[in-house]
């Protein structure tokens, strides 16, 4: 009870305490009076009654007819038994006999009537006469809405707590519907939107029969909410306005019923009384909560609407919270995957570089080893290529995940025919099928047409499709690769006997550094990279690429569909066969009378570039910093200058800024090429633009490098 309501009390006390007077003198009060004693007592609100001895009514008030919604004739002369009925009397009696006989009483009661449960603070006052009860006065406070707002804030502090115990947005979403059942409604129910943003989903619900709840499941699942509707969740969801129905009348709108069925199985819910609360964090609406009653003698009220918006407004918050923390959690798994992928990729690599590194280092040993066979010698020197080549590829892969992941991958596109670029990489790769016994067969469309496209990625997609399907296919297999167009789109089919993809593995089978077998003792290297690229590359010419398997061990088949390149005469392009060796220079470029000074703090580079250039003639200077460099050029300036760009101390970018503020007679505008381990297109653009003339990736083709410095100084021998 409030401090308002307590000094009402004592306010009324004091009347009818002066009321006990008037009526305990041994005279009648005089017409003005009662006529003021009348007034008073209409005038409040609390029930005033005067019961005699023999428990019959002298006098109520207003409120105490209002109350009984009788007159006061109905009610005065009458004993307390026949007002309040048996049930009632039954309640007060013992009070009654307590005030009868001299002691004063108070009490809280909790009383049923038409109207519902009633909720009274009573107090009964004795009337003493000569120490004789005459009778008592009593004091009747409504207190139904107060004690209904504590029992609110009670159950809205237990749903906070119930709320904010769990941050799974199931167990969250469950809790919200069990706070609700009974306390508020026989059921509830939760709707949120999807993830469409389409559809409504039923998320939780619970009822105080369980079985009506499988009904209430059975309707979402028969009738689903319809998104662009005009009433009910989906009027809420447009609007966020709280919907009450206070009285439900199954026969009233039947227009909103599908159909009979769905008008039966709503009206088998029973409900007497209906109410739908929208749920909303930071006004932007997710969902409702849907609570309704079955008892023909409740109705929500406004002080029940307003608790269960409270409700929802909490819930909201729950689980508004609940999803933060559900995408924090997804993002640190995700994290913690991508953390054990990475660790995973990296000893992966450790693994891919340093396998090809023990052939080198071995091999390079044995070449020391004095009367080593020629045979021998040159068997050495292949493998120590091969595998210095395995590690190209290896860097080359990682270099175009890289382009891949930051959006740099270039394509230079042009008119490509399918069938000469596909039997160049056949080419390439039947050597590695003969030897391992498997049969490579090709059935082309020989009028397979054109697409636009890049020749050289072109190439490396058939090129991946057809090493993965001959390395996972055992001796004995086959590969079949097919070619075939329809009107718009070319289709290119790799299929082989190999090993096959697990079901659970085919949806990542395109996914970087992902594996089906990642094991130490897995048969296959490989990064896991391949399969990304090919998806890329494709993706990025306009067409898909999937994957099919019918399980382990009963092979694989890759299909790559392309758009074909509107019909014209074709512009043949011979493909490049990035898995080779370049062909040497015949003959190679004659350099006599060129000082070319070399630049570079590996002196097993310097040594490499050294020799290629003295191989034709070359005049050579090799020194390993950028000062000892900037040093020569200013005494003896060169025809050419080759630096590497990564340099402890001061790199090539600063070493070509110094060059090129030189006066052209100190060499400030002599021919120059980058040699750089950083072989992205933004770092070839970057040497570029610093001052260099060309850019050589690392490891360094002596070929390459002796085209280029031929190329920019005018001493190739062919025109």
């Known amino acids: 009870m409030s401090d308002d309501d307590a000094r009402t009390r004592e306010e009324l006390l004091a009347e009818l305490a002066h009321l006990r007077k008037q009526l305990a003198a041994p005279k009648r009060p005089t017409a003005g009076d009662s006529e003021e004693l009348r007034l008073i007592l209409d005038a409040i609100q609390p029930l005033v009654a005067y019961v005699d001895a023999s428990e019959t009514y002298c006098l109520v008030n207003r409120s105490y007819e209002a109350w009984f919604e009788r007159p006061r004739g109905a009610i005065v002369g009458k004993r307390l038994r026949e007002v309040l009925g048996e049930a009632a009397y039954a309640n007060v009696r013992p009070h009654v006999r307590a005030v009868l006989a001299g002691d004063r009483v108070t009490y809280a009661a909790e009383l049923n009537d038409p109207h519902g449960t009633r909720h009274v603070e009573a107090s009964y006052t004795p009337h003493l006469v000569d120490g004789e009860v005459r009778g008592f006065v009593s004091l009747v406070l409504d207190v139904t809405d107060a004690h209904k707002d504590r029992e609110h804030l009670r159950f809205l502090a237990q749903a906070s707590r119930t709320l904010g115990a769990s941050l799974d947005l199931g167990a969250t979403l469950q809790a919200v519907t069990r ?88 009206t088998s819910l029973g409900a007497t009384s209906w109410i739908l609360v929208p749920l909303a964090i930071h006004g932007n609406l997710f969902g409702a909560i849907s609570l309704g009653l079955t008892d023909p003698a409740r109705s929500y009220e406004p002080a029940d609407v307003a608790t269960i918006e409270e409700l929802a407004r909490r819930a909201s918050a729950a689980l508004d919270n609940a999803r933060l923390f559900a995408v924090a959690d997804k993002e640190r798994a995700r994290a913690e995957e991508a953390n054990k992928a990475k660790d995973l990729f990296l000893s992966t690599l450790s693994h891919e570089l340093r396998t090809p590194l023990t052939a080198i280092l071995g091999w390079t040993r044995l070449l020391r080893t004095p009367n080593l066979p020629d045979d021998r010698r040159e068997r050495g020197l292949e493998t120590i290529e091969r595998n210095a080549r395995a590690q190209v590829a290896i860097i080359e892969d990682i270099l175009d995940i890289s382009r891949i992941v930051t959006g740099k991958l270039r394509l230079e596109l042009r008119l490509v025919e399918l069938v000469p670029l596909t039997l160049a990489t056949l080419d390439t790769v039947r050597p590695t099928a003969d030897a391992r016994g498997l049969r490579l067969h ?19 997609v058939v090129w991946n499709l057809l090493t993965n399907a001959v390395k996972f296919t055992p001796r004995g297999g086959a590969v079949d690769i097919t070619l075939t167009t329809d009107a718009t789109t070319a289709e290119l089919r790799v299929r082989d006997t190999g090993q096959g993809i697990d079901p659970a593995f085919l949806p990542r089978v395109f996914d970087r550094f992902s594996q089906s077998d990642a094991s130490t003792t897995r048969a296959h290297g490989g990064l896991g990279l391949g399969l990304a690229i090919v998806r890329h590359i494709v993706e990025l010419h306009g067409g898909t690429v999937d994957a099919t398997s019918d399980g382990p061990g009963r092979g694989a088949c890759f299909c790559v569909r392309l758009p074909l390149a509107p019909q014209g005469p074709p512009q043949r392009q011979d493909a490049a066969t990035s898995s080779t060796s370049p062909a040497p220079l015949t003959p190679p470029p004659d350099l006599t009378g060129l000082h070319v000074l070399i630049v570079d703090d590996d002196n097993d580079t310097r040594e490499l570039v050294v020799g290629a250039l003295e191989s034709c003639h070359a005049t050579v200077t090799a020194v390993a910093t950028a000062d000892e460099a900037l040093a020569h050029i200013r005494r003896s300036p060169p025809h050419v200058l080759v630096s590497d760009i990564a340099m402890p101390g001061e790199d090539g970018y600063s070493l070509i800024r110094k060059v090129r503020a030189l006066l052209p007679a100190q060499g400030g505008r002599i021919p120059t090429i980058a040699l750089t381990a950083h072989a992205r297109v933004e770092d070839r653009t970057r040497a570029l633009v610093a001052g260099f003339d060309r850019h050589v990736a690392k490891p360094i083709e002596p070929t390459e490098l002796l085209i280029t410095l031929a190329n920019l100084c005018g001493r190739l021998p062919y025109a």
């Open 179 to 266: 706070l609700a059942v009974p306390q508020l409604g026989a059921w509830c129910s939760i709707y949120l939107l999807g993830a469409d943003d389409q559809t409504i989903d039923l998320v939780a619900v619970s009822h105080v029969d369980p079985a009506r709840a499988e009904l209430i499941k059975e309707l979402h699942r028969r009738y689903p909410p319809q998104r662009r509707g005009e009433q009910g969740l989906a009027q809420i969801l447009r609007d966020g306005k709280t919907r009450l129905v206070p009285h439900v009348d199954p026969s009233a709108n039947r227009s909103v019923f599908r159909d009979d069925t769905h008008h039966a199985l709503i």
């Open 442 to 460: 090709a059935a082309l469309a020989p009028d397979a047409g054109s697409v636009r496209g890049d020749p050289e990625r072109l190439q490396q």
